[in-house]
């Protein structure tokens, strides 16, 4: 039910673009605030981007300008356009689907890589 696959990571130059995109389970998706989050090495996970289902979305000041999130509703899927890539955007890309109202679930994707060489 909670099984999210990402994809489109890979090794680009510093002010490079990548999309990556994110299937989710059409019995959560409409339902499920996404993320995308990112974990460089050594480092703890944090979040890069979310979006509601009404379409609101946030970024951290690092990204802002810089990446986009959307979802589209009718292939249950969720994107992140990334550009102008910067060696420090480097890490694993999860994907997060989650819910704080009944029913209560985080699940996450197995993780893309990410990798900008400057």
């Known amino acids: 039910q909670g099984q999210l696959v990402e994809s489109g990571g890979g090794l680009v130059q510093a002010g490079g673009s990548l999309r990556l995109s994110c299937a989710v389970p059409g019995s959560i998706f409409g339902i499920s605030v996404m993320g995308w989050y990112r974990q460089a090495p050594g480092k703890q996970r944090d979040m890069v981007a979310t979006?509601?289902?009404?379409?609101?979305?946030n970024y951290p000041d690092s990204v802002k300008g810089r990446f986009t999130i959307s979802r589209d509703n009718a292939k249950n899927t969720v994107y992140l356009e990334m550009n102008s890539l910067k060696p420090e955007d480097t890490g694993v890309y999860y994907c997060n689907a989650r819910r704080v109202n009944l029913p209560v679930y985080n699940f996450w994707g197995q993780g893309t890589q990410v990798t900008v060489s400057s």
């Open positions: 979006i509601t289902t009404g379409f609101s979305t």
